[in-house]
């Protein structure tokens, strides 16, 4: 994460532009996005739905950072993947 720090205000106009938005919790990642005019919420153990007032009101303490896409996303590279099922399979 190598974005500038958002509060909430700022963080609820990324995702109505459809980014996601990350936060650190007791040193776990939470990443947070737009679906159906709802706040979805999920980190490694928990996915949940928030309507956009009360994602305001319970993170309006919050610091949150945009995800950079490229860096976040795992890409899986088709020679490794290739290679690997290769050996698999003999």
Known sequence: MHSQQMKIEDAITCLNEQAIVVSLQKGHKVYYQIRNE???????????????????????TEVFYLVDKKIEQIEIQKEKDDEYYGWYHK
């Open 38 to 60: 709802k706040v979805l919420i999920q980190n490694e153990s928990a996915r949940y739905v928030l309507s956009i007032e009360d994602f305001r009101q319970m993170f309006q």
